[in-house]
């Protein structure tokens, strides 16, 4: 079965795939506590229900290879809920293939293309777990006690009587919570080729509706494939009759012979020949109440849907830059005030204007911080991914270590949580294949057999900081050292002379590795320019701090949110330009007599360390006037990236303020050393610097600085 069987919307196939990814999350994170902590009922429970909502999401979308495969989860999740199986390595590796599985068909779904990837096999292995139950007895007589909850035939009584008597109580406790029983009859189509998966496809719409407290068959025997040419159903649901068989016409060869509201429950009465001639009763459903949850992942109502909205990421952005216009018409309207105030001081107009603008400027803030909120997510949502990678990677290597996880509720814009997985990604990666040792050298060192990784967000004023930390063999500066000569990057008395927390840094050097060795996996330092430029991409910035034998801490800070950025305004011949202030280490004042030429280029010393000068004249070749006599003392703006510092000389500084960032667009292209650009309240245009494209201009050891290159 394809896509192709029902008429959908790309909004449908959109929310789908919006729910599958929850649901698929919801399992892996399942899977990760089933394997450390054991069956635990409440665990299990989220599992099974997450499976049984993607089963009927996918029977609903007409993509049968996933509804087979969730359908044989299911049964061993069920087993596993029942004690009927225990959990082994060989229990967890098959559920994650399972969901590697399912993954894949979830992304045929968005291609709309077929992956090739047959079912058979992981069907195969779920079977063999499924067989490998205990308690077949149980089992058996669940099955013959379902078996005679079965009606003999179409028009026969609906068999009431049969119900266990805590779907009894069930029943009642539903309709004191404002839930109504429903009896439904569903025929097959007498050519039907499949009445048992028209069987099961109607459960799952059902289930959509609310809670199925019994079915007749029941689920196992429509597993089973034991169906006639009907299925009864009884239904807890807040929905019409008339809305529960609108659903069921998404079903094919299949017709509803008969619904309507379920009387009598608990008489022995006949039932079905009266609700077949009774009228649908047409009823506006209730509202949907958070307590009538039923919980039991049959799709039961809750009231968080009442209270939040799916809103599309461009709508946030674009929001985003009306509220970016907003502030800089605010610093405009500053502007003009100053100029009034100078001019007619104690004016009554100027004292109203005052008055408003300050109002003006309480909402903008509050409507930008609201916006802001919007787009934030829990780190949850990028962090919940890492567990699974960490296991499969320690597996493969062999390795024994666990993933500790904290301040996963820290909230990050979207727009930087989308950018920075990769780079954490990988330096996860390397903290599992080069950090952590392998169980029998740890042992060795006097250390615990499993190694730990720390992954830590928090909030640090106007940034996040994310945390990776490895209790493994760190980063030993000599090799560092002699990998850095060997590939060109030093010399061997430059490398000498450097200082082993600067020697460190040069881990971030393209193509670097302390090994000949190149893993499969990952390489400490193989590929961290990529996680540099990409942090760097984002305003933000990384440290290391290492030891031999005992670890390595990566601190990663990264701004709330790209939009909008605090930036220290300088001016260079009558232009403004806005240098982010997370770069930014101090602001100086150095005599021209001070500067010294090394290798060719300008540097100064500050308390001891050697830093190279940048002239933005220089840089984006501005022309100065004809006679233009340079100053005794110049401006600096001493900054740093990644433990590579420099000197910006400009003429002179403005303050620092909110920038709102605008990309410079097609027609100018990316230009070295500007991130983009901003409108000042003036309605001038200021440049946003790149520094870190600014420092990539320098050589790399000019940048490390160090005192001894100063003769």
Not at 179 to 185: G, I, M, S, T
Not at 272 to 278: K, S, V
């Given at each position: 079965?394809?896509?192709?069987?029902?008429?959908?919307?790309?909004?449908?196939?959109k929310v789908f795939l919006d729910e599958?990814?929850?649901?698929?999350?919801?399992?892996?994170?399942?899977?990760?506590?089933?394997?450390?902590?054991?069956?635990?009922?409440?665990?299990?429970?989220?599992?099974?229900?997450?499976?049984?909502?993607?089963?009927?999401?996918?029977?609903?979308?007409?993509?049968?290879?996933?509804?087979?495969?969730?359908?044989?989860?299911?049964?061993?999740?069920?087993?596993?809920?029942?004690?009927?199986?225990?959990?082994?390595?060989?229990?967890?590796?098959?559920?994650?293939?399972?969901?590697?599985?399912?993954?894949?068909?979830?992304?045929?779904?968005?291609?709309?293309?077929?992956?090739?990837?047959?079912?058979?096999?992981?069907?195969?292995?779920?079977?063999?777990?499924?067989?490998?139950?205990?308690?077949?007895?149980?089992?058996?007589?669940?099955?013959?006690?379902?078996?005679?909850?079965?009606?003999?035939?179409?028009?026969?009584?609906?068999?009431?009587?049969?119900?266990?008597?805590?779907?009894?109580?069930?029943?009642?406790?539903?309709?004191?919570?404002?839930?109504?029983?429903?009896?439904?009859?569903?025929?097959?189509?007498?050519?039907?080729?499949?009445?048992?998966?028209?069987?099961?496809?109607?459960?799952?719409?059902?289930?959509?509706?609310?809670?199925?407290?019994?079915?007749?068959?029941?689920?196992?025997?429509?597993?089973?494939?034991?169906?006639?040419?009907?299925?009864?159903?009884?239904?807890?649901?807040?929905?019409?009759?008339?809305?529960?068989?609108?659903?069921?016409?998404?079903?094919?060869?299949?017709?509803?012979?008969?619904?309507?509201?379920?009387?009598?429950?608990?008489?022995?009465?006949?039932?079905?020949?009266?609700?077949?001639?009774?009228?649908?009763?047409?009823?506006?459903?209730?509202?949907?109440?958070?307590?009538?949850?039923?919980?039991?992942?049959?799709?039961?109502?809750?009231?968080?849907?009442?209270?939040?909205?799916?809103?599309?990421?461009?709508?946030?952005?674009?929001?985003?830059?009306?509220?970016?216009?907003?502030?800089?018409?605010?610093?405009?309207?500053?502007?003009?005030?100053?100029?009034?105030?100078?001019?007619?001081?104690?004016?009554?107009?100027?004292?109203?204007?005052?008055?408003?603008?300050?109002?003006?400027?309480?909402?903008?803030?509050?409507?930008?911080?609201?916006?802001?909120?919007?787009?934030?997510?829990?780190?949850?949502?990028?962090?919940?991914?890492?567990?699974?990678?960490?296991?499969?990677?320690?597996?493969?290597?062999?390795?024994?270590?666990?993933?500790?996880?904290?301040?996963?509720?820290?909230?990050?814009?979207?727009?930087?949580?989308?950018?920075?997985?990769?780079?954490?990604?990988?330096?996860?990666?390397?903290?599992?294949?080069?950090?952590?040792?392998?169980?029998?050298?740890?042992?060795?060192?006097?250390?615990?057999?499993?190694?730990?990784?720390?992954?830590?967000?928090?909030?640090?004023?106007?940034?996040?900081?994310?945390?990776?930390?490895?209790?493994?063999?760190?980063?030993?500066?000599?090799?560092?050292r002699a990998a850095a000569v060997r590939?060109?990057?030093?010399?061997?008395?430059?490398?000498?002379?450097?200082?082993?927390?600067?020697?460190?840094?040069?881990?971030?050097?393209?193509?670097?590795?302390?090994t000949d060795k190149v893993s499969d996996?990952?390489?400490?330092?193989?590929?961290?320019?990529?996680?540099?430029?990409?942090?760097?991409?984002?305003?933000?910035?990384?440290?290391?701090?290492?030891?031999?034998?005992?670890?390595?801490?990566?601190?990663?800070?990264?701004?709330?949110?790209?939009?909008?950025?605090?930036?220290?305004?300088?001016?260079?011949?009558?232009?403004?330009?806005?240098?982010?202030?997370?770069?930014?280490?101090?602001?100086?004042?150095?005599?021209?007599?001070?500067?010294?030429?090394?290798?060719?280029?300008?540097?100064?010393?500050?308390?001891?360390?050697?830093?190279?000068?940048?002239?933005?004249?220089?840089?984006?070749?501005?022309?100065?006037?004809?006679?233009?006599?340079?100053?005794?003392?110049?401006?600096?703006?001493?900054?740093?990236?990644?433990?590579?510092?420099?000197?910006?000389?400009?003429?002179?500084?403005?303050?620092?303020?909110?920038?709102?960032?605008?990309?410079?667009?097609?027609?100018?292209?990316?230009?070295?050393?500007?991130?983009?650009?901003?409108?000042?309240?003036?309605?001038?245009?200021?440049?946003?610097?790149?520094?870190?494209?600014?420092?990539?201009?320098?050589?790399?050891?000019?940048?490390?600085?160090?005192?001894?290159?100063?003769?």
């Amino acid at each position: 079965m394809g896509n192709g069987d029902f008429d959908l919307s790309e909004e449908d196939i959109k929310v789908f795939l919006d729910e599958a990814e929850e649901q698929l999350q919801v399992m892996e994170t399942g899977f990760l506590a089933l394997e450390k902590e054991g069956a635990d009922p409440e665990q299990l429970q989220a599992i099974f229900r997450a499976a049984h909502t993607l089963k009927g999401s996918s029977a609903t979308l007409g993509h049968q290879k996933m509804t087979v495969v969730t359908h044989a989860l299911e049964n061993v999740l069920d087993k596993l809920r029942k004690g009927k199986l225990a959990v082994t390595t060989t229990l967890v590796d098959t559920l994650f293939a399972c969901l590697d599985v399912l993954g894949t068909y979830r992304d045929e779904i968005a291609t709309g293309q077929d992956s090739g990837v047959d079912p058979a096999e992981i069907l195969a292995r779920l079977a063999a777990l499924d067989s490998g139950e205990t308690g077949e007895n149980a089992s058996a007589r669940d099955d013959a006690a379902d078996q005679g909850a079965r009606p003999a035939g179409q028009g026969a009584a609906f068999p009431w009587q049969s119900l266990e008597p805590a779907e009894k109580a069930r029943v009642q406790e539903a309709l004191a919570m404002g839930l109504q029983p429903v009896a439904c009859r569903i025929q097959f189509d007498q050519d039907s080729a499949m009445p048992s998966v028209r069987a099961y496809q109607a459960l799952l719409v059902l289930a959509d509706h609310g809670e199925v407290v019994r079915s007749w068959p029941s689920q196992q025997e429509v597993e089973a494939d034991q169906v006639t040419d009907h299925l009864d159903v009884l239904l807890l649901t807040s929905d019409s009759p008339a809305e529960i068989r609108t659903g069921l016409a998404q079903v094919p060869e299949i017709e509803v012979a008969w619904i309507g509201p379920a009387k009598g429950l608990g008489a022995e009465a006949s039932q079905g020949a009266d609700a077949e001639r009774e009228p649908e009763e047409r009823r506006a459903p209730e509202p949907a109440r958070e307590e009538a949850s039923s919980g039991n992942g049959g799709g039961g109502r809750n009231g968080r849907y009442g209270r939040t909205v799916r809103v599309d990421v461009d709508l946030l952005d674009n929001l985003m830059n009306l509220v970016g216009e907003l502030v800089i018409d605010r610093t405009r309207l500053y502007q003009v005030l100053t100029r009034l105030e100078a001019e007619r001081a104690g004016d009554e107009v100027t004292q109203v204007m005052s008055s408003a603008l300050a109002h003006i400027s309480r909402m903008t803030s509050a409507l930008q911080d609201e916006i802001q909120r919007a787009r934030m997510l829990p780190l949850e949502n990028l962090f919940r991914k890492f567990p699974r990678m960490v296991r499969d990677l320690a597996q493969k290597l062999g390795k024994d270590l666990q993933l500790i996880i904290r301040g996963e509720e820290t909230e990050l814009d979207r727009s930087v949580i989308e950018e920075i997985s990769d780079p954490l990604m990988h330096l996860l990666r390397n903290a599992v294949d080069h950090g952590i040792e392998p169980p029998e050298e740890r042992v060795r060192k006097g250390k615990a057999r499993t190694g730990t990784i720390l992954l830590e967000a928090s909030h640090e004023e106007n940034h996040i900081i994310i945390v990776i930390e490895d209790d493994g063999r760190g980063i030993d500066p000599e090799q560092v050292r002699a990998a850095a000569v060997r590939k060109g990057l030093l010399s061997e008395e430059a490398a000498r002379r450097m200082p082993d927390s600067e020697v460190i840094n040069l881990i971030w050097s393209p193509g670097f590795s302390t090994t000949d060795k190149v893993s499969d996996v990952s390489g400490r330092g193989v590929g961290l320019d990529v996680v540099q430029k990409n942090i760097e991409k984002l305003n933000g910035s990384v440290e290391i701090r290492t030891q031999v034998d005992k670890g390595t801490r990566f601190r990663v800070k990264l701004p709330l949110t790209l939009a909008i950025i605090r930036a220290l305004q300088v001016s260079l011949e009558g232009t403004i330009y806005c240098i982010p202030l997370n770069s930014v280490v101090e602001i100086d004042r150095i005599p021209v007599s001070d500067i010294q030429t090394v290798r060719q280029r300008e540097v100064f010393v500050k308390r001891g360390q050697v830093i190279p000068l940048l002239r933005l004249a220089e840089v984006f070749d501005v022309q100065r006037p004809e006679g233009y006599e340079e100053p005794e003392e110049l401006y600096v703006v001493i900054v740093s990236v990644m433990g590579r510092q420099a000197g910006i000389v400009v003429d002179d500084l403005i303050g620092e303020g909110d920038v709102v960032i605008k990309p410079l667009g097609k027609f100018i292209g990316d230009v070295p050393g500007i991130a983009g650009a901003t409108i000042m309240g003036d309605g001038d245009v200021a440049i946003i610097l790149d520094i870190p494209g600014l420092l990539e201009s320098l050589p790399a050891d000019q940048t490390h600085s160090e005192t001894a290159w100063v003769s």
